[in-house]
């Protein structure tokens, strides 16, 4: 791909997300990052991979996070920031990693907030991924190997923290149409579908 373009993708438990966003990646010949944001940041930070593991796109404990933010993110000085801020810092020094990532390579980046860390960039195309509740839940269950009582659970435990943790960091909310360029129903185009349509829509970016 000779143009600088970033992908975030937010996506529901279940819809095929990180799927798509792997696939597209590997059409357009750009990179792919998931779970490498965590690696990464843990590297950069000093910090380690396991606390950034244990926060990942989960809402924050703190309340003192609105006090520490600047209006671009960036935190400011006050008394006690470590001993309060652990669940904030890891957000701060995560978004750091993934503003790098996205100024060095094309990339496509699955979740955690991208789209709002990144907002902004006139390369940056935002994309939400859903499905019909019933379909996620026959994807989990055949994924995880669980019953669909469990996978339904999971499914709505894992979209609760993932909209808790979207809803507080950024201004948008998470899956609403409006807070994205793009929104799929990944259960009416599937998987392979998405992926060409979401390459085309780069294509004429």
């Known amino acids: ?5 970033v992908i975030c993708i937010g996506r ?7 799927e798509i966003g792997l696939g597209l990646a590997k059409k357009l010949g750009i990179r792919f990052y998931d779970k490498e944001i965590l690696k990464k940041a843990a590297e950069e930070s000093g910090i380690v991979e396991e606390l950034f593991e244990k926060a990942d ?4 404990n703190s309340f003192l996070y609105s006090l520490s933010m600047g209006t671009h993110g960036q935190a400011m000085n006050f008394t ?16 750091n990693t993934i503003r790098d990532m996205a100024e060095k390579d094309s990339c496509v980046i699955i979740g955690r907030c991208a789209d709002y860390i990144l907002r902004g960039r006139k390369d940056m195309l935002s994309v939400f991924i859903h499905a019909p509740m019933e379909l996620r839940i026959q994807r989990i269950s055949r994924v995880r190997n669980v019953e669909e009582d469990a996978a339904r659970s999971l499914i709505k435990k894992t ?11 950024a201004d948008n909310d998470w899956g609403a149409a409006d807070s994205y360029d793009v929104a799929i129903n990944s259960g009416k185009l599937g998987v392979e579908k998405s992926i060409e349509v979401l390459a085309g829509i780069c294509e004429h970016l």
């Open 159 to 169: 979209d609760r923290q993932r909209a808790n943790y979207y809803n507080f960091y």
């Open 57 to 60: 796109e989960k809402p924050t």
């Open 12 to 18: 529901q438990f279940g819809s095929g997300g990180r």
């Open 80 to 95: 006690n920031y470590n001993d309060y801020l652990t669940n904030d810092k890891l957000f701060l020094f995560q978004s």
């Open 1 to 5: 791909m000779e143009k600088h373009l």
